[in-house]
């Protein structure tokens, strides 16, 4: 018959605790999973689920106990481990948002804010159109499923313990920041050159005409010349953002191991 001591409990509770700590904590920042019309209730239970379904596979220290220093340590470890996973992927939709915002701000649509759904803050309108479109495009292409198996298959590949990602990880986690940046200029690019030749159009006109008045008729046009680009650049921005998710599953999975 097995012998219960403090030091089998403790290590009991080991192997479930920082597995829920790394799991948690990427659910809380990662697309869709930590948007604010899920609970976090809904969260912390998933996150335990998956917590005991992983806790027979993997390993944990088991020499260290979970109320000391170096307990502590792995569990700082474990949180900045799933939130630098879910926020590389979080990058991804921001870069779609963002590059939505930049392209409102060209068709005069900049002052039309509606509350995103998804972040819970007040965003160009567009900007929420683009982000609902990826949302459905992540779901569809089952992006949620592989978070999930990155997350799980990172328990083997970076094991819990006191290392974490290390310094080259955290440096690589800030480099990956300018996809924010470089995505967006990538998803807004065709917009805003079309809108450039539709606004260096009307300058033109002005000063062949200049009793025209443009302000007048120059919204209007320039607010609906730009509905028709945002049509006929969805595709431009769907493989966009199919690249851009492909690049951060890629990273996460390398920056884990995996």
């Known amino acids: ?31 869709v999973f930590g948007a604010v019309s899920v609970p976090r209730q809904a969260r912390i239970v998933l996150a ?25 340590l792995i569990t700082i470890q474990q949180i900045i481990i799933g939130v630098a996973l879910g926020l590389c992927l ?8 963002l590059g939505g915002q930049i392209v409102a701000n060209s068709m005069g649509l900049s002052l039309s804010f509606n509350l995103d759904p998804l972040s819970g803050q007040s965003t160009p309108a567009l900007a929420q159109l683009y982000t609902l479109l990826v949302t459905l495009i992540f779901l569809l292409l089952d992006g949620h499923i592989a978070l ?26 800030v480099e ?22 539709a606004n260096l159009a009307f300058g033109v006109v002005s000063r062949a ?4 008045n443009l302000f007048a008729t120059g919204l ?25 998710l492909g690049a951060a599953l890629m990273f996460i999975q390398h920056l884990s191991g995996a």
């Not at 209007?220 to 851009?244: E, K, M, N």
């Open 90 to 97: 979080q990058l991804v939709f921001e870069a779609v948002s």
């Open 148 to 173: 999930l198996r990155i997350l799980v298959e990172g328990f083997r590949t970076l094991p819990i313990g006191t290392a974490g990602l290390g310094p080259r990880g955290l440096w690589a986690v």
């Open 1 to 31: 018959m097995p012998v219960i001591t403090a030091a089998t409990i403790d290590h009991a509770i080991a192997s479930r605790f920082w597995p829920f700590v790394r799991v948690g904590s990427c659910l809380m920042v990662a697309p």
């Open 209 to 212: 005409a200049p009793t025209l």
């Open 220 to 244: 209007p046009v320039v607010l609906v010349f730009g509905l028709l680009v945002i049509l006929v650049s969805l595709p431009v921005v769907q493989s966009g953002f199919v690249r851009l």
């Open 176 to 197: 990956f920041g300018s996809t924010l940046f470089s995505g967006a200029l990538a998803v807004a690019l065709p917009a805003i050159t079309a809108l450039m030749v």
């Open 48 to 72: 335990g689920a998956i917590a005991l379904l992983v806790a027979p596979l993997i390993a944990v220290p088991a020499k260290i106990a979970l109320l000391s220093a170096a307990g502590a």
